[in-house]
């Protein structure tokens, strides 16, 4: 059986849940959604195969953009884990959006795991998660996980969520200040190819997913939101967010 992730991972969050779900995995071969010029449908999985396939949640749902990205895999009936990662507030339909491309993609649901990783807009919010202890109960998650596919038990999980999905919100557009250099960083490294190399003090609103990339990568930190939006999406999920989540395993 060969080991595989798939990961969606725009400031490092989820690809950290994603490292401490595998490790213990003998070799782990990497797939990254993140990359816009990667021919997707040229990608294919052998059959009996493992995959962790890991997202962030936006505002409760998968980015679509991941989700595409994942539609043209062929997963050929590849054993799948899904994990959503989450900032403390709430994952809400993620997993079901999730489960839904991937057996369309052809992979089989086996497990799905729910993390916690720092909130990528609110850093206070889940600061320093996952930290030891999660990647410690990731850890054991894997064990069942794989526990569950050497005994040949291919159920799907029972998962929270709802069909339809709730539609994603309006995310913020970052804006660079006069502290760019500019190096261009950001347009290179940008999933969704949002900014445009002719100017890269501004996001392009149709194509920016709000996944704050640029804004973690900046070296000059010159990559911003409103600093008054920010307060006010603060305030409005401060109490969703007060009591400390648990990581969760559906299998």
Same mark, same amino acid.
Request: proline content about 5%; charged content about 20%; aromatic content about 6%.
């Given at each position: ?6 990961? #969606? ?85 993620? #997993? ?10 052809? #992979? ?45 038990? #291919? ?97």
């Amino acid at each position: 059986m060969k080991n595989y992730q798939i990961i #969606f991972s725009p400031t490092g969050g989820t690809e950290k849940v994603a490292n401490a779900i595998t490790q213990n995995w003998s070799q782990v071969d990497t797939i990254d959604l993140s990359i816009p010029d990667t021919n997707y449908a040229d990608i294919s999985f052998e059959s009996d195969s493992l995959v962790l396939i890991a997202m962030p949640s936006f505002g409760g749902v998968a980015p679509q953009l991941a989700l595409d990205r994942l539609s043209r895999i062929k997963g050929n009936g590849a054993l799948c884990v899904i994990a959503a990662v989450y900032g403390n507030r709430a994952y809400e339909d993620t #997993f079901v959006q999730m489960e839904d491309y991937a057996q369309n993609a052809g #992979f089989r649901v086996i497990a799905a795991i729910s993390a916690v990783a720092e909130h990528s807009i609110i850093h206070e919010y889940a600061a320093g998660r996952p930290d030891l202890d999660d990647c410690k109960v990731l850890a054991k998650f894997c064990e069942q996980v794989l526990e569950k596919a050497s005994s040949n038990d #291919f159920s799907k999980p029972s998962i929270p969520g709802n069909r339809p999905y709730k539609k994603a919100g309006t995310g913020m557009i970052p804006k660079a200040d006069s502290a760019c250099t500019p190096c261009g960083q950001c347009a290179l490294k940008c999933p969704a190819s949002a900014i445009s190399t002719d100017n890269l003090k501004i996001s392009d609103k149709s194509k920016c997913i709000s996944c704050m990339r640029c804004v973690s990568i900046c070296p000059t930190h010159a990559r911003k939101v409103s600093s008054l939006m920010t307060s006010i999406a603060a305030a409005a999920i401060k109490r969703a967010c007060s009591v400390k989540k648990e990581n969760e395993l559906f299998r």
